[in-house]
Antibody, heavy 120, light 107 residues
Framework: QVQLQGSGPGLVKPSETLSLTCTVSGYSTSSGFYWGWLRQPPGKGLEWIATIHHSGSTYFNPSLKSRVTISLDTSKNQFSLKLNSVTAADTAVYYC?????????????WGQGTLVTVSS | EIVLTQSPGTLSLSPGERATLSCRASQSVSSNYLAWYQQKPGQAPRLLIYGASSRATGIPDRFSGSGSGTDFTLTISRLEPEDFAVYYCQQYGSSSYTFGQGTKLEI
């Protein structure tokens, strides 16, 4: 069974960098799927942030692209997100997910979510 | 950016009833790239439908998806108590994903 476990600080100061890691078990990140980050502000809807593939291809939400870095470490079966220059508007539950892109697109396995609060 | 508008915002029904949830896109979406998710409080979203009409693994057959172009529908044929949740549609286009704002299905 594919499982994803996100981890990282729950509190980040304004203007600093948010860093999260997702550890994947039950599936190799060097195989045929993509790996993505999404977020959900409290009481609001879902927003896609970025996606990476083991080939090195990366994809970004245009509204966040200038502040986002996504990376993949297949040896550790982990992928990571960095979001710089955070503000209170970046407070959200951050989800990591496996993404399918062959034929159809969908996020089929999700991590449990990590609440990140931006506050001084 | 393709905007997805879901209706209604809230749907009040009873167990055993049929639920019809709508997702309308601001421009045409490939059926291959339309998915539906269910989210319960405090949980991550769960994939229900992908490719507009294909059920994800383990999803009961009371859930069905249909539609094409700009109009898509999620139907739950006979509501079970565990179906009361928030439902999101999602599309992929122009190398980017967007989600609808959600429909809350309440008892």
């Amino acid at each position: 069974q594919v499982q994803l476990q996100g981890s990282g600080p729950g509190l980040v100061k304004p203007s600093e960098t948010l860093s999260l890691t997702c550890t994947v078990s039950g599936y190799s990140t060097s195989s045929g799927f993509y790996w993505g980050w999404l977020r959900q502000p409290p009481g609001k809807g879902l927003e896609w942030i970025a996606t990476i593939h083991h080939s090195g291809s990366t994809y970004f939400n245009p509204s966040l692209k200038s502040r986002v870095t996504i990376s993949l470490d297949t040896s550790k079966n982990q992928f990571s997100l960095k979001l710089n220059s955070v503000t209170a508007a970046d407070t959200a539950v951050y989800y990591c997910a496996r993404e399918g892109r062959v034929g159809t697109t969908r996020f089929d396995f999700w991590g449990q979510g990590t609440l990140v609060t931006v506050s001084s | 950016e393709i905007v997805l508008t879901q209706s209604p915002g809230t749907l009040s029904l009873s167990p055993g009833e049929r639920a019809t949830l709508s997702c309308r896109a601001s421009q045409s979406v490939s059926s291959n790239y339309l998915a539906w998710y269910q989210q319960k409080p405090g949980q991550a979203p769960r994939l229900l439908i992908y490719g507009a009409s294909s059920r994800a693994t383990g999803i009961p057959d009371r859930f069905s998806g249909s539609g094409s172009g700009t109009d898509f529908t999620l139907t739950i044929s006979r509501l079970e108590p565990e179906d009361f949740a928030v439902y999101y549609c999602q599309q992929y286009g122009s190398s980017s994903y967007t989600f609808g704002q959600g429909t809350k299905l309440e008892i």
